[in-house]
């Protein structure tokens, strides 16, 4: 079964294509990348995936289901970084994991904060960090929590080199551990060090 | 790897333990916050109770004005629900907890039950005070003060499903139809059918005159409290995490602009959602054949806070260069600007048109009763639905590509969109006029309410010298500065009509005249403040 189908899926607002008509699938354990400029719809096409947004036309299935996060065990299965996420300005970081290792019962909270390099941030508060800073928490927060599919949209940005390339490693990893990732990306090294697909998207309007 | 909701409740109270041990919020400061809520509801809210008390307690004898009064409380609370409903969380709460791999349910255990609790014993003692007898030695008082605290806990719980009933779906705001129709027949001859004490919650206050239906009341309010309870579960088990999402950031947006008394950027941020209606409008019909660049009209209509949109935007930009030359031309162009907008956003005209109908009614049938005030406060409120073109102007003064130009002819041609919906709200509300003289001082009173919208739209952030501290022994009374400053024109204008009552009915029209003339130079004032304000 693949982890994610997604057949002639297309997304249209006011008659302007945000998406145009797209297929593709990601086999579980694998990792596919979207590309494509601005605008193309990468962004739109992992909010459907995630439950998010209901397609104009076509279906999508994750793990041979609907896309439905209402559903608990879709939840489980499924880990995202779509935009900034929401946080207690009152907790550090590693506050932050600790409390995610307690809803998903996980022991070591801060090793995917260690493997980043980022295990220095660990006593802030996220809200007095850093843009750049800022995205390694989240990363940290979305890596921390089990799952068997992880959305990624551009994780590299605001990152530099030495991140970024952690963060290669990270993904490489998992994706070998046998998670299956969909990731939207314009770093060019990134998709080439983890990616088993590419999915390219042309502009939707 | 889905969990049981015991496996669930376990893991999340873990959770939130460790999350209130390491806060750096000491529990000591949650204290101070309760302490103060129940402090100011205590000193500010019983004695208003027991001040309405006497009025109110006419009420106890008829229930037909507890009918009108629980079906207002509802439609409040369903409209609230739009907005910011009971399944309402913080943005962490639905990014961190609701997403995470146990059932929603077993994070909100207690909310549902607490929350009908609090609606039904918040009810239940306003009713006891409210509607008890007046007199003490009325040997009926014992059951009143049950009636009336199971009248309360009715209208309470009543209040609560219309408010679940306003975040499941507006669509259900066609119950009103219904309701206003059942209640208009179980009070047809100006009392209270015995049948409807029991089937409408409000109408349960009638027990106050009837013991006999103490028991069957108090069943139904059982029955009532339990679905609601089910109800806030079902709601949130069944509500997309993107809509939670979406609401929780309203909500903390809103919380982070009330807690600096910026009331507007609140207020904005509730309501903030872009319009579903006529999203495709045929543009070259509303505003004429000038070309539009592509890329404006290939975008979707996105802006959520500009009430129009970028195409109708983009049409008018490519006219408004001549249009500013030119006054009608510039109050076509502006006026067909604030149509689109007010077309997509068609409720907020018709709430303008019938709050203006309303009060400008009151304002012509009953000037001399305390009603005008809230009159008063009607006409305002109603004027300023209707002027989302002007605030979007005001607001983006001296930004670049602004599409309007920073004239104080611009600004002027934004009321004419409000003049009109005021001015087919005059022609319903004056048809209960009481004399030439109340009719002229009603439209003068929404003429001035239309004025006043300029200077309310321009200075919409409060000077800096309001917003220092202002210490007196009973604290800092800042607050009540800063609210006072935002509502400064329904204060003008209430203390206007005011005044006009103290004078014989022929100089009423020409004190409210005064106002808006005194309107007009507050409105050409504020255009020239905001100006330099930009240009400098």
């Given amino acids: 079964m693949a982890a994610v189908e997604v057949n002639t899926v297309s997304w249209v607002v006011d008659g302007a294509a945000i998406l145009a008509e797209t297929s593709f699938s990601v086999a579980e354990g694998s990792a596919t990348a979207l590309v494509g400029p601005n605008g193309s719809g990468k962004t739109t096409l992992l909010r459907m995936v995630c439950g998010r947004l209901s397609p104009s036309s076509g279906s999508v299935t994750v793990f041979g289901r609907e896309p439905d996060d209402r559903d608990a065990s879709f939840r489980a299965d499924l880990s995202e970084l779509l935009g900034a996420p929401g946080y207690y300005d009152d907790l550090t970081l590693g506050d932050h994991l600790d409390f995610l290792g307690r809803l998903w019962n996980v022991s070591d909270t801060h090793a995917e904060l260690e493997r980043l390099g980022a295990l220095h941030l660990a006593t802030r508060y996220i809200d007095e960090m850093s843009s750049g800073q800022r995205q390694l928490a989240f990363l940290a927060l979305a890596l921390t929590r089990p799952s068997r599919l992880l959305v990624l949209d551009e994780p590299e940005q605001r990152l530099d080199a030495s991140y970024r390339e952690a963060l290669g490693e990270i993904l490489a990893a998992r994706r070998d551990e046998g998670s299956s990732i969909l990731i939207a990306t314009h770093d060019d090294a990134l998709r080439e060090r983890i990616a088993d697909r590419v999915v390219t998207l042309e502009e939707g309007a | 790897m889905s969990m049981s909701t015991r496996e669930g409740r376990a893991r999340i109270a873990s959770a939130l333990r460790l999350r209130q041990s390491r806060s750096r919020i000491p529990r000591s400061e949650r204290a101070l916050t309760v302490y103060t809520v129940v402090l100011v509801a205590l000193i500010y809210g019983t004695p208003a109770l027991i001040a309405s008390r006497d009025g109110w307690g006419a009420g106890a004898e008829s229930p037909v004005s507890l009918v009108i009064a629980g079906l207002a409380l509802s439609a409040a609370f369903f409209v609230a629900g739009g907005s910011r409903g009971p399944s309402a969380f913080s943005v962490a709460d639905v990014d961190l907890v609701l997403a995470g791999p146990a059932p929603r349910t077993a994070f909100a255990r207690w909310r549902p039950a607490l929350l009908t609790l609090v609606f039904a014993s918040v009810g239940a003692l306003v009713g006891a005070i409210v509607l008890a007898p007046v007199q003490p030695p009325d040997p009926g008082a014992g059951v009143a003060i049950v009636g009336g605290a199971l009248g309360g806990a009715g209208l309470g719980v009543g209040a609560l499903l219309a408010w679940i009933l306003g975040e499941a779906d507006r669509r259900f705001g066609l119950l009103v139809v219904p309701a206003v129709a059942i209640a208009a027949w179980a009070i047809a001859d100006g009392t209270v059918a015995p049948w409807a004490m029991v089937a409408l919650p409000p109408l349960w206050c009638a027990a106050l005159v009837d013991a006999g239906l103490l028991a069957p009341a108090a069943l139904a309010l059982i029955v009532l409290a339990a679905t609601a309870f089910a109800a806030q579960r079902i709601l949130l088990a069944r509500t997309r995490g993107e809509l939670l999402r979406r609401r929780a950031d309203r909500w903390d947006r809103a919380r982070s602009a009330a807690t600096t008394l910026d009331l507007r950027t609140a207020a904005g941020a509730l309501g903030d959602r872009a319009p579903r209606f006529f999203r495709r409008l045929p543009l070259s019909r509303v505003l004429g054949s000038a070309p ?245």
Wanted: charged share 15%.
């Fill in chain 2, 292 to 536: 539009i660049a592509r890329a404006a009209t290939d975008a979707p209509a996105r802006a959520d806070d500009d009430p129009i949109g970028h195409r109708a935007g983009a049409r008018i930009r490519a006219g408004l260069p001549q249009a500013a030359n030119g006054g009608s031309a510039l109050l076509r162009a502006v006026f067909a600007r604030d149509l689109v907008g007010g077309i997509r956003r068609w409720p907020d005209l018709a709430a303008a048109a019938l709050l203006i109908a309303l009060g400008s009614g009151i304002l012509a049938a009953a000037p001399h009763t305390n009603w005008s005030l809230a009159a008063v406060a009607l006409v305002t409120v109603g004027a300023s639905r209707a002027a989302g073109g002007l605030r979007t102007h005001a607001e983006n003064l001296g930004r670049p590509n602004h599409l309007d130009p920073p004239l104080e002819r611009a600004a002027w041609a934004h009321v004419a969109l409000p003049a009109a919906v005021a001015a087919i709200g005059l022609l319903t509300g004056l048809t209960a006029s009481a004399g030439m003289w109340n009719a002229l001082a009603a439209i003068l009173v929404v003429a001035a309410a239309l004025v006043l919208l300029i200077p309310a739209a321009y200075r919409f952030r409060p000077p800096d010298a309001l917003m220092g501290p202002i210490n007196t022994p009973a604290g800092d009374m800042s607050a009540v500065v800063v609210v006072a400053w935002w509502i400064r024109t329904h204060l003008f204008l209430l203390a206007t009509w005011w005044l006009a009552q103290l004078l014989a009915p022929p100089a009423r029209p020409l004190l409210v005249l005064a106002a808006l003339l005194v309107g007009i130079l507050w409105a050409h004032r504020s255009f020239l403040h905001e100006r330099r304000s930009v240009a400098g």
